[in-house]
């Protein structure tokens, strides 16, 4: 009953999303992910298995259909980040973007730059 902004899963065992997914909350994590879906509150998952086989999609499918969101830590490429800890601190700052906790850890897109283009050359005329 105690009121939460949700809950951060980080990492999350296939074990653990297994446990939320069909309402086993036999220890703390899985009962607390429980109350925070059944009170419509964001679970976020960051799921740490690699590769995957049908039964973890089930239980990653079943978790979704609940409200639960799965959150892989996939590196964010397109930041040209430099080091792997400034990968860590954008995927963190993206799952406190995405739980609703305001920060300053996201490298954010600006939008297109504006590029310039050198001057075009007319044709070459022969003759």
Same mark, same amino acid.
């Given at each position: 009953?105690? !009121?939460?902004?949700? +809950?951060?899963?980080?990492?999350?065992?296939? !074990?653990? +999303?297994?446990?939320?997914?069909?309402?086993?909350?036999?220890?703390?994590?899985? *009962?607390?992910?429980?109350?925070? =879906?059944?009170?419509? *509150?964001? &679970?976020? $998952?960051?799921? *740490?298995?690699?590769? =995957?086989?049908?039964?973890?999609? *089930?239980?990653?499918?079943?978790?979704?259909?609940?409200?639960?969101?799965?959150?892989?830590?996939? %590196?964010?490429?397109?930041?040209? =980040?430099?080091? &792997?800890?400034?990968?860590?601190?954008?995927?963190?700052?993206?799952?406190?973007?995405?739980?609703?906790?305001?920060?300053? =850890? &996201? !490298?954010?897109?600006?939008?297109?730059?504006?590029? !310039?283009?050198? $001057?075009?050359?007319? %044709?070459?005329?022969?003759?």
């Amino acid at each position: 009953s105690f !009121k939460t902004d949700g +809950m951060i899963i980080a990492p999350c065992s296939v !074990k653990t +999303m297994s446990a939320i997914a069909y309402g086993i909350t036999d220890d703390l994590i899985a *009962r607390a992910a429980d109350v925070c =879906l059944k009170e419509g *509150r964001p &679970v976020v $998952a960051i799921f *740490r298995e690699a590769p =995957l086989h049908v039964g973890h999609l *089930r239980a990653l499918t079943q978790f979704a259909e609940l409200g639960g969101i799965v959150f892989p830590p996939v %590196p964010p490429f397109y930041a040209h =980040l430099q080091t &792997v800890d400034d990968a860590v601190t954008q995927i963190i700052g993206r799952v406190l973007d995405r739980i609703g906790i305001e920060n300053d =850890l &996201v !490298k954010r897109w600006e939008g297109l730059q504006a590029q !310039k283009r050198p $001057a075009r050359r007319a %044709p070459r005329q022969d003759g």
